[in-house]
C-alpha cells in the first residue's frame, strides 16, 4: 500500500534537532527494528503518539511532539488480513510482548524478525496497531526502515517557523 498523510512523533528531546534520525532505534533496538538498523517510529495520531513515548505506562519523561507529512510506497499494511496471509504474519509476530527482554538476552524476538523479513520483501515500512499501554483500537502507528526527503520515501517534518533546534555540534 500507498500511505500518504499525517504522521506524529513523540521522541526524546535530547534527539530534537534531528527529528528524521532513527539514531535512537539504531542504538537501543525496538519492537520491529534489530539493535543497529535505524528505524522511524510514528503514529497516526498526536494521542497515539504520547502513549507510545511512555509504552508501559511508566511516568511521562519530557517529550518533543512533532508532524511530518508521510508519502511511501510499498508499505506492508499488518491491519490488511489478505497481507498477513500473504506473508504468513500471525498475531505473535506483531504483539510479541517480550521482545524487548529477549533482545536484551541476545535472541532475536519474533517482531524483529517479522521486520527483517518484511525489509527483505523490500517493504519500506509497516502500518500496524499500536501495543502501548492503553491503547485504543483505533491506535494505529507507522514504522520506517527507509525513508528520505523524496518519493518514494518521503518523511519531513513540519516545522515551517524553524522552532526545533539546529544540531549542537555544528
Same mark, same amino acid.
Request: glycine share 6%; charged share 20%; net charge negative.
Given at each position: 500500500m &500507498?500511505?500518504?498523510g499525517?504522521?506524529?512523533?513523540a521522541?526524546?528531546?535530547?534527539?530534537?534537532?534531528?527529528?528524521?534520525?532513527?539514531?535512537?532505534?539504531?542504538?537501543?533496538?525496538? &519492537?520491529?527494528?534489530?539493535?543497529?538498523?535505524?528505524?522511524?517510529?510514528?503514529?497516526?495520531?498526536?494521542?497515539?503518539?504520547?502513549?507510545?513515548?511512555?509504552p508501559?505506562g511508566?511516568?511521562?519523561?519530557?517529550?518533543?511532539?512533532?508532524?511530518?507529512?508521510v508519502?511511501?510506497?510499498?508499505?506492508?499494511?499488518?491491519?490488511?488480513?489478505?497481507?498477513?496471509?500473504?506473508?504468513?504474519?500471525?498475531?505473535?509476530?506483531l504483539d510479541?510482548?517480550?521482545?524487548? &527482554?529477549?533482545?536484551?538476552?541476545?535472541?532475536?524476538?519474533?517482531?524483529?524478525?517479522?521486520?527483517?523479513?518484511?525489509?527483505?520483501?523490500?517493504?519500506?515500512g509497516?502500518?500496524?496497531?499500536?501495543?502501548?499501554?492503553?491503547?485504543?483500537?483505533?491506535?494505529?502507528n507507522?514504522?520506517?526502515?527507509?525513508?528520505?526527503?523524496?518519493r518514494?520515501?518521503?518523511?519531513?517534518?513540519?516545522?515551517d517557523?524553524?522552532r526545533?533546534?539546529?544540531?549542537?555540534?555544528?
Open positions: &500507498r500511505f500518504q499525517l504522521a506524529y512523533r521522541h526524546n528531546p535530547h534527539w530534537s534537532w534531528s527529528p528524521v534520525s532513527g539514531e535512537g532505534a539504531r542504538l537501543h533496538g525496538g &519492537r520491529f527494528n534489530r539493535i543497529g538498523v535505524p528505524a522511524l517510529y510514528m503514529s497516526l495520531s498526536p494521542v497515539a503518539a504520547m502513549r507510545e513515548a511512555s508501559l511508566r511516568p511521562m519523561q519530557p517529550i518533543v511532539l512533532c508532524a511530518y507529512e508519502d511511501v510506497e510499498p508499505v506492508f499494511d499488518a491491519l490488511n488480513p489478505s497481507q498477513r496471509v500473504a506473508h504468513a504474519v500471525t498475531d505473535f509476530e510479541c510482548p517480550d521482545w524487548e &527482554r529477549e533482545m536484551l538476552d541476545g535472541a532475536i524476538p519474533a517482531s524483529q524478525a517479522l521486520a527483517d523479513r518484511l525489509i527483505a520483501a523490500g517493504y519500506l509497516m502500518r500496524v496497531q499500536s501495543f502501548a499501554l492503553g491503547a485504543k483500537a483505533d491506535d494505529l507507522l514504522v520506517f526502515w527507509h525513508w528520505s526527503d523524496r518514494p520515501s518521503r518523511v519531513v517534518v513540519i516545522d517557523e524553524g526545533l533546534p539546529k544540531n549542537p555540534s555544528s
